[in-house]
T-cell receptor, first 118, second 111 residues
């Protein structure tokens, strides 16, 4: 099946540092990728839609200067949490839309990145 | 009221039983319906994917969509302890990109 790889799986860093998370589609070209945030025992909250070669579209309430998204190629999108603080600690998950997927181009998810800010 | 409602559970069943999960939704524009399985500290894994109304079967999994009632279901036959996870329903418009998720149902299959 379609595979989306996310790296790193877990990162711990000090308050004030910036953290970059990578999301790669391994066996298909993804013109559209998505970044989600998930709090414990809650569902996924869409943060932004990342389109290859153009600016990301952020959901209401998500700070675009805080969460920088770059989708420079058809297989790679990155999320950079800038000047991270403890309240940014969360589980971040990316997904990629498979344009060749049967039916309506399903989204496939990475395994998530657990971010802990001390 | 949320666009997609899903009972959070937990739903506890003995091994071998049928697991029955469902979601209701309010937006009749949704055309694509998905079920994802999420293990603890992992990303969601796509299980089933259906378009409009009808049934779809894949191994032990059966997905049903009833658009007239705005109700979707997932059935897991011959449940195994490895099926213990959180199950998320998701749906989107025909021309849309975004998925709207239910809150997830936690399932426990006891040996």
């Amino acid at each position: 099946g379609a595979v989306v790889s996310q790296h790193p799986s877990w990162v711990i860093c000090k308050s004030g540092t910036s953290v970059k998370i990578e999301c790669r589609s391994l066996d298909f070209q993804a013109t559209t990728m998505f970044w989600y945030r998930q709090f414990p025992k809650q569902s996924l909250m869409l943060m932004a839609t990342s389109n290859e070669g153009s600016k990301a579209t952020y959901e209401q309430g998500v700070e675009k200067d805080k969460f920088l998204i770059n989708h420079a190629s058809l297989t790679l999108s990155t999320l950079t949490v800038t000047s991270a603080h403890p309240e940014d600690s969360s589980f971040y998950i990316c997904s990629a839309r498979d344009p060749a997927g049967s039916g309506g181009q399903p989204q496939h998810f990475g395994d998530g990145t657990r971010l802990s800010i001390l | 009221q949320k666009e997609v409602e899903q009972d959070p559970g937990p739903l506890s069943v003995p091994e071998g039983a049928i697991v029955s999960l469902n979601c209701t939704y309010s937006n009749s524009a949704f055309q694509y319906f998905m079920w994802y399985r999420q293990y603890s500290r992992k990303g969601p894994e796509l299980l089933m994917y259906t378009y409009s109304s009808g049934n779809k079967e894949d191994g032990r999994f059966t997905a049903q969509v009833d658009k007239s009632s705005k109700y979707i279901s997932l059935f897991i036959r011959d449940s195994q302890p490895s099926d213990s996870a959180t199950y998320l329903c998701a749906m989107r418009w025909a021309a849309g990109n975004k998925l709207t998720f239910g809150g997830g149902t936690r399932v426990l299959v006891k040996p």
